[in-house]
């Protein structure tokens, strides 16, 4: 145990009377870099917690008897024991009460969005400031992965089954169903289209908020784990599911190839050079190492005015990374009002300390430009109109109020949807009008043996989401893999 | 990583490379290509199939060196071998019940136009080849051609071999006379814009397989989209081959610029580093 965090040393491990007085200190800060400092590279902005900031945040738990902040998790980790073991300074034997729910705490305490989740619902959210419960989970995760790859955490791996299962993308979804299978003993290969696995983890979100050898960390693990990887397996054009199923010899197989493919708005002048679609732009910088040309081969438009049309962690990531490329100036245009940007509050409050310029209630109307090239964007002012049914009040165009803002960069982070190579392959799989595959609760599809997960099935959603999804379908392939026959 | 198992010089600055790839090779077909990268700090670029061999496992493709990726790339040997192999990706090209058709391959192209033609000979259609090339060194696959027993017309800017002629003029001639029911023109971007033009005057159907600058190559990433009869489509799941009347190969020849900065300094860098002064 840290020196000098020995206080509550009465603490007995176990049962659900408190074993000393909560802290009354507030919520303990997260130690970043400055906005100037960091508005200048690609490091993570938060820096996380010392093992004493760590305890000193899990005393401030109050180890309710009922809870709440369990129930506000998607995966319901048993956030009241971790807490307690950070508390006893016994750092192993919280992550260990993490990874029983949740395999990836250094990702998702970093990326989860605790404030609509476990930490909104945390009982002293109440009267004071919830335990900052992510902040903590990242601090089990990474002590973890600090530690020599035996002394980790590892899940025991079961008696081979002689059963194996093909998992389809190496995202969320995918890297938790595969450690889960393998856990219970089935030989299991994770086919990924791309030449790194990892997913939007990899692609999506930048290195300032997620660094990519936390991801590696994680894969690492897996494959310790015995998970075989096959890299540039496009499923659809490289191998279809058929193929997998028969041929290859795969008991099951599991698609978490989530909601890819980028959406454009139709507007005027979109593909002008110096239109990126944020996948794009994101991709070039987190998978191509853009940002480090020509260290690194593939290249990226720098561009010196940039309008980011979007609200939300998307928008805002690219919005950071222009600035990170040396943007002078960086527009978030936006059609609702800030309290609708469905992006987390930390990263709006990141962006905005960053310099981000937020233009709220303006909807995009036409990208205009010059030999090709981009030199602004037309919007339309909206204001909010009436509440709809359900409550919400939408946006309505204000007549003859359009503007222009001067640029020469528009990055479109207006959605994404289903990418049909997999499915245009296999016609048996039934999908929804909008091409999201259709699963059961347990991720079973229309197909025998083929189950589903994440991004894939539900639209963009969240990491934590597609994991829990993953594991959801494991289990539920496992029992297939198990049926009697 | 996927081994390099032979390699040939064709022209000064074209190559011809084969790539153990078994999964691939099984399910390549014409007109499809695959996405590269020969290290890990290197580009993801697309290159189409010239052939493909089921049996041994083995890719085949031609490429020009024009940047730091083609260049890397034409330094590479047998027994080196590449970081990353991805594909078949694309729609294969359209060669069934063609009739008589016109398959017009102007520089590199020749190296997509080769299985084209072929597959389309092999199902049964009236293949005649407009192969073109600035001049007699650049021109490429000539034999090949020759040997699938296709009619070709061999023409070069300069005359130095075949007809001196640009591809448009025996294209013209063909569609004038009635002699073929369709075309498809792989090349340049700019041949291809003229080749569409010249079939369309005479209401002749003209496929093209575009070349935008892509990344992923899966429909993740929208580099590569072109608009196509006024809506938007991505080259690499939706294509590459486009109704060339319907193209709009201004706003392609401009996409196709993004980069040319950055590139000019790639390249620059590489060469200076390796020295090879280009020979
Ligand atoms: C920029 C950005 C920022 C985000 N920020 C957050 C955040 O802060 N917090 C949060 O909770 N969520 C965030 N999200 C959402 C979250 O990342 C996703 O919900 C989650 O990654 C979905 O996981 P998945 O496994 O379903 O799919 P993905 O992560 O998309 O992974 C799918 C994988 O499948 C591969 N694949 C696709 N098709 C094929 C095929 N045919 N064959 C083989 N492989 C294939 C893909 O290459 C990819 O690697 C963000 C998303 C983006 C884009
Ligand atoms: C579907 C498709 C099939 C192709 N097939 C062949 C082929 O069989 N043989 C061949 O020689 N070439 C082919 N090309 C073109 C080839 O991809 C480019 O020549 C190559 O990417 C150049 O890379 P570089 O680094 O050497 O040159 P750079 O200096 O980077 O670029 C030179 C030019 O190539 C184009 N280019 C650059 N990067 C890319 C990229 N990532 N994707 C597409 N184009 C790019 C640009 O327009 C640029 O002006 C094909 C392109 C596409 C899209
Ligand atoms: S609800 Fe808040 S205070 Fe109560 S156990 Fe959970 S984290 Fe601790
Ligand atoms: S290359 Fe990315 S969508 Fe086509």
Redesign the interface.
Known sequence: MPAGVSEGGDATSGGDTPRRKPSRAPRTPMPEQSPVERRGNFDEVTLGYSPEEAVAEAERCLQCKNPTCIEGCPVNIDIKSFLARVIDGDFHGGVEVIKVKNVLPSVCGRVCPQEDQCEVVCVLAKKYEPVAIGRVERFLGDFDLACDIEARCHPEVGEPTGRSAAIVGSGPAGLACAQELARLGHSVAMLEGLHAPGGVLVYGIPEFRLPKDIVQAEIDALIEMGVELRTNVVVGKTVTLDELMGEEGFGTVFIGSGAGLPVFLGIPGENLNGVYSANEFLTRNNLMKAYLFPEYDTPIWRGRKIAVVGGGNVAMDSARTALRLGAEEVFLVYRRSEEEMPARAEEVEHAREEGVEFKMLCSPAEVTGRDGWVTGLVATRMELGEPDDSGRRSPVCVMGSDFEIACDTVIMAVGTRANPLISDAAPGLELTDRGYIVTGDDGSTSLPGVYAGGDIVTGAATVIEAMGAGKRAATAMDAWLQRPR | MFPIVHKRRLSRSVYEMGVQAP??AR?AKAGQFFIL?TDE????IPLTFSDWDPESGVISFIFMRVG??THQLSHLETGDAL???????GIPTHVDGLGRVAVVGGGVGAAVAYPVARAMQEAGSDVTVVLGARNADLLILEEEFRSLGVDLIVVTDDGSAGRKALVTEPLRELCETGAIDSAMAIGPTIMMRFCAETAAEHGVPCVVSLNPIM??G??????C???VGGE?RFAC?DGPDFDGHEVDFE?LM??Q???TD??R??DA?YTEECSCRLE
């Open positions: 999964a691939i399910k990268r700090e290197g580009e993801r730091k990726t970081a990353d192999v991805t594909g078949p990706l990344v992923d899966t429909g993740m990433c929208g580099s989209r072109v608009t938007t799941v706003e401009s996409r610029r993004v980069y950055e590139e300094l790639a860098e």
